[in-house]
């Protein structure tokens, strides 16, 4: 079964960083799709950053382009998601994703079966 344990979340002024740690655990496949989509209160859940494992079909949200960065380590099977310059707007809670595959560029959550519980980032002004 496949479980994902995100970490790493806080609160921070406007213009800190912190990183987000999501370990995952019961995957049979070698290569599969990782992801990170956030929800803010009243808001829609939107896809923030998504990667295969093997490094490959990196992807940015237009939001975060620049200032996040998606990362996997396969030796400890974790995804991270470095945040800088952190704004107001980033606030929300931020889940982790994994699935078989995914479309490039999309982020539709649909498409993941495997969901973390969810870490809360709070940025201030």
């Known amino acids: 079964q496949v479980h994902l344990v995100e970490s790493g979340g806080g609160s921070v002024q406007a213009g800190g960083s912190l990183t987000l740690s999501c370990a995952a655990s019961?995957?049979?496949?070698?290569?599969?799709?990782m992801s990170w989509f956030r929800q803010a209160p009243g808001k829609e859940r939107e896809g923030v950053a998504s990667?295969?494992?093997?490094?490959?079909?990196?992807y940015y949200d237009s939001s975060v382009k620049g200032r996040f960065t998606i990362s996997h380590d396969n030796a400890k099977n974790t995804l991270y998601l470095q945040m800088n310059n952190l704004k107001p707007d980033d606030t929300a809670m931020y889940y982790c994703?994994?699935?078989?595959?995914?479309?490039?560029?999309?982020?539709?959550?649909?498409?993941?079966?495997?969901w973390g519980q969810g870490t809360q980032v709070t940025v201030s002004s």
């Open positions: 019961g995957f049979t496949y070698t290569t599969y799709c």
């Open positions: 994703a994994a699935e078989h595959s995914c479309a490039y560029g999309t982020m539709d959550d649909y498409e993941y079966a495997h």
């Open positions: 990667m295969y494992t093997d490094g490959g079909s990196i």
